[in-house]
């Protein structure tokens, strides 16, 4: 049986709401999929100060300009830890946005990263009933001078789905994936905070003084832009902007697109001019696999590179059968993203 609402606006309100929240609901699960994802971390004995200085990139060009932001990296004390890298730029990532939000109305907005060599007091570690690993420990701040938590709230806020925004502004599974992070790496997290007076995230990492190996975060991969147009895809507005910023600095010109029946209007206006797709794969609208089909039966040899997400299994499989394509597993690092650029461009 077909319903006809057309022009019953509380209909359509209704319709329109229900929408919202069945996307609000895809991305909890998203999360949710990240928070209890049973793959291990990948621990690798690392040196925080390149990491820090690569990963600053990816704070600066996600924050507004009008937000100070300030990075200082001890130089007289060995900083290495045993840790995953890509966990690890998640956590800072997400404390960094919690930060933004933070001081969003704050006339004069700061957010400064420490990185230092001092242990936890003896009243912290009284706290955590984990296996501690060593004596040393490097300290990992993230400090703003926002709106602060409410003393209430402070106990509540590494709780999942614990959130003090409004609808639709976050699932509050952010910090309770840090809070799991930090476990995963034996170590501890500890938040001040007071109303108007800004908030500092302190991570505590077990130090190793054996020698570091290099990860690809470290790594400071470059490529030529050269004026090649990539169609850039994805319906996170915040991560498109940061990664049109980054490309943008490498030389290229950027169309984006929010979803994949944008994506295909733009091909049908800029198409000659495209010489790479970059595509996320779970949309609305139109998701990357039904758009690279369409953009298929107009061009066959424009090169995709897909983005995919933990549990998109039947997605893969799809991107997969889609000729001249690529795909990459979230979170993508970005010099594996750049390395898969410049090899798609080349051909």
């Given at each position: 049986?077909?319903?006809?609402?057309?022009?019953?606006?509380?209909?359509?309100?209704?319709?329109?709401?229900?929408?919202?929240?069945?996307?609000?609901?895809?991305?909890?699960?998203?999360?949710?999929?990240?928070?209890?994802?049973?793959?291990?971390?990948?621990?690798?004995?690392?040196?925080?100060?390149?990491?820090?200085?690569?990963?600053?990139?990816?704070?600066?060009?996600?924050?507004?300009?009008?937000?100070?932001?300030?990075?200082?990296?001890?130089?007289?004390?060995?900083?290495?830890?045993?840790?995953?890298?890509t966990q690890l730029q998640?956590?800072?990532?997400?404390?960094?946005?919690?930060?933004?939000?933070?001081?969003?109305?704050?006339?004069?907005?700061?957010?400064?990263?420490?990185?230092?060599?001092?242990?936890?007091?003896?009243?912290?570690?009284?706290?955590?009933?984990?296996?501690?690993?060593?004596?040393?420990?490097?300290?990992?701040?993230?400090?703003?001078?926002?709106?602060?938590?409410?003393?209430?709230?402070?106990?509540?806020?590494?709780?999942?789905?614990?959130?003090?925004?409004?609808?639709?502004?976050?699932?509050?599974?952010?910090?309770?994936?840090?809070?799991?992070?930090?476990?995963?790496?034996?170590g501890m997290i500890d938040?001040?905070?007071?109303?108007?007076?800004?908030?500092?995230?302190?991570?505590?990492?077990?130090?190793?003084?054996?020698?570091?190996?290099?990860?690809?975060?470290?790594?400071?991969?470059?490529?030529?832009?050269?004026?090649?147009?990539?169609?850039?895809?994805?319906?996170?507005?915040?991560?498109?902007?940061?990664?049109?910023?980054?490309?943008?600095?490498?030389?290229?010109?950027?169309?984006?697109?929010?979803?994949?029946?944008?994506?295909?209007?733009?091909?049908?206006?800029?198409?000659?001019?495209?010489?790479?797709?970059?595509?996320?794969?779970?949309?609305?609208?139109?998701?990357?696999v039904a758009a690279a089909?369409?953009?298929?039966?107009?061009?066959?040899?424009?090169?995709?590179?897909?983005?995919?997400?933990?549990?998109?299994?039947?997605?893969?499989?799809?991107?997969?059968?889609?000729?001249?394509?690529?795909?990459?597993?979230?979170?993508?690092?970005?010099?594996?993203?750049?390395?898969?650029?410049?090899?798609?461009?080349?051909?």
């Open positions: 049986m077909q319903i006809h609402h057309k022009g019953d606006v509380e209909i359509e309100e209704r319709s329109r709401t229900m929408e919202l929240a069945m996307r609000h609901a895809s991305k909890m699960i998203e999360q949710m999929l990240t928070f209890a994802r049973k793959d291990k971390p990948k621990m690798a004995v690392m040196d925080l100060r390149p990491f820090f200085k690569e990963t600053s990139k990816l704070v600066d060009a996600s924050l507004p300009e009008n937000i100070r932001f300030g990075l200082c990296c001890a130089e007289d004390a060995p900083l290495t830890v045993n840790a995953d890298a998640q956590v800072v990532m997400n404390l960094i946005t919690n930060a933004k939000h933070a001081v969003a109305d704050i006339e004069q907005p700061e957010i400064e990263l420490i990185i230092d060599r001092e242990a936890p007091s003896p009243s912290q570690l009284e706290t955590y009933t984990w296996d501690m690993h060593g004596e040393d420990w490097c300290r990992i701040s993230c400090r703003d001078n926002g709106c602060g938590i409410a003393r209430a709230d402070l106990e509540h806020i590494f709780d999942p789905f614990f959130t003090t925004r409004g609808p639709g502004e976050g699932t509050g599974l952010g910090l309770a994936m840090v809070f799991g992070a930090v476990q995963n790496h034996h938040v001040q905070s007071s109303l108007g007076e800004g908030t500092t995230f302190t991570l505590y990492l077990p130090c190793y003084e054996s020698e570091a190996v290099e990860i690809d975060v470290e790594s400071t991969v470059t490529i030529d832009g050269g004026g090649r147009t990539i169609l850039l895809v994805d319906d996170e507005p915040e991560l498109r902007r940061i990664l049109a910023e980054l490309l943008k600095g490498e030389g290229f010109h950027v169309l984006e697109a929010v979803d994949g029946r944008e994506a295909v209007r733009i091909f049908d206006a800029e198409g000659d001019s495209i010489d790479l797709i970059v595509m996320d794969v779970v949309m609305p609208n139109m998701g990357g089909v369409e953009i298929r039966q107009r061009n066959a040899d424009v090169p995709i590179l897909f983005q995919t997400g933990y549990g998109e299994q039947a997605q893969i499989q799809a991107a997969g059968a889609i000729d001249n394509a690529q795909s990459l597993k979230k979170p993508v690092m970005i010099p594996e993203l750049f390395r898969a650029i410049d090899a798609a461009i080349k051909g």
